[in-house]
């Protein structure tokens, strides 16, 4: 027998795959809460002109993220094709995979921008406060520019990713927040002699600084020498009909995950909006913190899809699962502390927003709520990027239809219209809804890479 293949395989700690994963996700998880952070920002800047814009922003926000997650999902799909491609030693593949995804991308960006536009005409069906859809109609017009070019930003972004190049979309997201603040203060309160526009003046800041972060990275890869040559060849684009199935085979069910728990929550703004603008400025506060520390683990998502879909492509069930493990532990572990700050602090995050009392102490216990589904939002969060790294998604988005349809939003009306809880029971059903998924989605997980025959599922060395 060779001797390179007698040497006994000898697994990875599980500290070895918690700081591989850390140092993956880190550039990412910085670049992710970048992005949310225009949105914590926009909040807390438009707060200050009232909680009637506030509250128009939640609910304008909610119809742009429900229609942009369907085409977010599928740019998911990038990284873990180019990482499995890369781990098969074949790179190549993925820069097949960056020119077919990016055109695909696209063009459910400009048909997701045209829907998004026109549906600022559902404002008028969901019995909201007049004066809210005043403030929301416009400002959702403005932002569905923003979604072809957040479309071709995120394809360039996860190609990168997937070649384990995670700084330079870091980096860029972070000089757009410098932008997006300088916009907002122009714009929302009309300083350095531009006109005042309040909640639309904030659209505004956040589509230019979208439309900066898109320019940037195209620039940077056209200039980087490691992937200049994978620059993709618009003019002269022929479909790959394989690659283009992969896309969406694995992107459509990734972004009907993304619908399905976006909807979830944009459902639950629309019951709080009947309660009043005050409840559902407050909903916006808690929501906003709690998307903070979400974005954090999508960072850890994202690096452990890629990492999983590496050793899945190498054949390396054992690396698999541990690579998917760890993950869930710095979720767990991350989320933990979040959630003893949330519980402590849920009376002086409020402040951080605006300055009525009642919405205060409305965001206050809804914070206090957030404190106790950090954990489980974590490993869902998680759990759905793990799976998506080792192809499996027809069950996870089985699991978030169940969870957030069957489970959190009818167990969250029965408690706030029945039981009387108001905005609170909904976000109890919300939790509930959390909990499921993140249950069955581990448990998923762990199944589908149990490992029965260590010798045989592992190569040789």
Known sequence: ????HSIKYIPKSFSFHLKATAKLAFPVIVGQLGIIMMG??????VGRIGYYPLAASALANGIFFLIFVLGM???YAVSPLVANAVGKGNPEQGGVVLQQGLVVNLAIGILLGV???FASGLFELMHQKPKVVEYAIPYLKILSFSIPL???FLTYKHFLEGMSIMRPAMIIVLVANIVNVAGNYCLIYGNFGFPRLELNGAGIATLISRLFMMVLLIFFLNKNKR??????????YKINRTTVREILALGIPSGMQYFFEVGAFFFTAIMIGWFGAQQLAAHQIALSLASITYMVVVGDSSAAAIRVAQYSGEGNLHETRRAGVSALLLAVGFMSCCGILFYFSNHLLPELYIHNPEVETIAATLILIAAFFQIFDGVQCVGLGILRGISDVKFPTAVTFIAYWIVGIPFGAFLA???????QGIWIGLSFGLATSALLLAWRFLSKTKIQNVTSQVPER
Not at 1 to 4: E, F, G, L, R
Not at 227 to 236: A, E, G, N, Y
Not at 417 to 423: G, I, S
Request: net charge positive.
């Open 40 to 45: 914590v920002v926009d909040n807390a800047m």
């Open 227 to 236: 992937v200049k040559h994978f620059r993709p060849q618009l003019l002269k």
């Open 73 to 75: 999902g599928v740019t």
């Open 115 to 117: 829907v998004t536009y």
């Open 150 to 152: 957040m479309m071709v």
């Open 417 to 423: 219209f029945q039981k009387n809880l108001n905005v």
């Open 1 to 4: 027998m060779n001797s390179v």
